[in-house]
């Protein structure tokens, strides 16, 4: 596609419950990077990706956040055992890296919902 | 790691007038600094940016500003308008490498 695509867009899911949530970067694009954002909040950095691997998760709030990037493109960051804490946007962002355009492109979001 | 700071954190000004907003960072290695608007319920947008060998970005209404030696860079709106009512993020990155955001600034341009 020509942006950043997440799913699902929208999520409720019981406490205690695991949920995936799936990042497609835009195609090329070496580095990929997970936020959060609670309501009315910042970007609060979680993982970054340099193709398959994850030099900075120095974010992730917890062991029950993990992340993945496979094939250097879709990322997926599960999150286990939620909390209503949990409840935010998380947004996913893709950029090249060491090229003359370093801009990061933002998807639209998942807005998770712990209940 | 890199830290960024970001102030003022609300800012109101009348239609018509400037509106300028200041970045800090703490790692010498960023040399990449982008500005992203972020509207309500919409994702953050690349608005402007500037690298370390460049001292002053212009583009119309909208102007970035680093001093490397300080480690600050501000963002400078002129001339604003309702539709610059939004939140603004600034970010620091080593080669594009991992982007650290500062906490955003909630501009209201008042009619």
């Known amino acids: 596609g020509a942006g950043v695509s997440q799913s699902p867009s929208n999520k409720v899911t019981e406490k205690g419950k695991d949920v995936e949530l799936r990042c497609d970067p835009i195609?090329?694009?070496?580095?990929l990077y997970w936020y959060r954002q609670s309501l009315g909040q910042g970007l609060e950095f979680l993982i970054y990706?340099?193709?398959?691997?994850?030099?900075?998760k120095s974010g992730l709030p917890s062991d029950r956040f993990s992340a993945e990037r496979t094939g250097g493109s879709v990322s997926t960051l599960t999150i286990q055992r939620t909390q209503q804490e949990d409840s935010a946007v998380y947004l996913c962002?893709?950029?090249?890296?060491?090229?003359?355009?370093?801009?990061?492109?933002f998807g639209q979001g998942t807005r998770l919902t712990v209940v | 790691g890199e830290n960024v700071e970001q102030h003022p954190s609300t800012l109101s000004v009348q239609e018509g007038d400037s509106a300028v907003i200041k970045c800090t960072y703490s790692?010498?290695?960023?040399?990449?600094f982008p500005w992203y608007k972020q509207e309500l319920g919409k994702r953050p947008q690349l608005i402007i940016d500037?690298?370390?060998?460049?001292g002053e970005k212009k583009d119309q209404r909208i102007a970035v500003t680093l001093n490397k030696t300080a480690k600050h860079f501000s963002l400078h709106i002129t001339e604003t308008q309702p539709e610059d009512s939004a939140v603004y993020f600034c970010?620091?990155?080593?080669?594009?490498?991992?982007?650290?955001f500062g906490p955003g600034t909630r501009l209201s341009v008042l009619p």
């Open positions: 962002a893709s950029s090249l890296v060491g090229g003359a355009n370093t801009e990061a492109f």
């Open positions: 195609s090329g694009h070496t580095a």
């Open positions: 500037i690298r370390s060998n460049v």
């Open positions: 990706f340099q193709g398959n691997s994850a030099p900075d």
């Open positions: 790692d010498s290695a960023s040399n990449y």
């Open positions: 970010a620091a990155s080593p080669y594009g490498q991992n982007f650290v």
